[in-house]
């Protein structure tokens, strides 16, 4: 970023999100974000390949916490209980951008082909997250299968924290979510 | 379906997944498909949408089998329990038409929007099962959780299936998954 545009992704982003809140995604180009943020379109597509992208600039960094979380977990933790590490670390960098999650969540919502490329993302996001399983040793099966069960009791957390307003505890949220899905799943074994 | 085109459905539906695996999806045209069936372009708009709705045509029946099992188990049953009979309902319909579920799944893989699209029936499958589940009287947050892990299990459970060529029985696959489910969430609760 050059010196004499401060923040210049930052304040692309936030031009953006409040544009595809007030017009629409579809309605809004990437001239009127550079000319709401004060940047050029230039300077716009130095940080982002087009305007879908700025709505998908923070899964890489919420991929690497998850990651790192599932790799950092003591070594005596189950596969279930090194991912749920990782989905509260997740949860506590989201609630932290309380208000731009919800606007973010409610744009992708509101169409189709968005919609689309977030369940995209959180498919690679399992993917990912049974790779770092294995790398702990955790066999194949056990690895794919947890990674999506984990990553599909994260969606329903985050939406239940969405739905409610944002107003509660991310991670609690999860931490409740994990456990019901031990509950859900384990009285016949117990 | 007129009396003098038998099965134009079925041979629509055979010749578009051999022309998509011979040529890509990208690359294969209605009329293409439409010739290969020995029928017209008309006739195949008759019967679907788009070239696309052909591999997606089966959903509905999936969906009715899923929902069917769900709202028919016994009253006794849990969320999980209703849920997994549905999910081997599925699975065994499935294993009838193995050699069509294998070859729509290589197209879908390698098509990027088409997995897109396979992800949001996905989603709407699971909204729809939590649906099912709540006029069991499963309260909600209980009723997305468990179908949506369980749809997540399903989509491990017939990965597996497809990767060992489709061979063992998806049925017993699917009341594995959900065993090793139990069992990976279940060693703190026991």
């Known amino acids: 970023v050059s010196r004499w545009e401060p923040d210049a992704r930052g304040r692309l982003e936030r031009a953006a999100l409040d544009l595809y809140a007030e017009r629409g ?10 000319k709401r943020a004060g940047l050029t379109e230039r300077t716009f597509f130095r940080h982002y390949a087009d305007k879908r992208e700025v709505l ?3 899964s890489g960094a919420l991929r690497d916490v998850l990651f790192n979380a599932v790799t950092d977990a003591p070594e005596s933790a189950t596969p279930f209980d090194a991912t749920a590490a990782g989905l509260v670390a997740i949860a506590a960098r989201l609630q932290d951008r309380r208000d731009y999650a919800g606007q973010r969540h409610a744009i992708i919502n509101s169409n189709t082909e968005l919609r689309a490329r977030e369940l995209t993302k959180q498919a690679a996001l399992a993917t990912g997250l049974a790779d770092a399983l294995r790398r702990r040793g955790v ?12 990553v599909a009791v994260f969606r329903v957390a985050f939406e239940r924290w969405i739905t409610e307003g944002g107003q509660q505890d991310l991670p609690r949220i999860v931490r409740e979510s994990i ?12």
Chains 1, 2 share one sequence.
């Open 179 to 190: 456990a019901e899905l031990r509950s859900v799943t384990g009285h016949q074994a117990t």
């Open 139 to 150: 066999p194949d099966g056990t690895a794919s299968l947890t990674a999506e069960a984990c």
């Open 56 to 58: 998908f600039d923070d």
């Open 25 to 34: 995604f579809e309605q809004t180009t990437v001239a009127e974000i550079a």
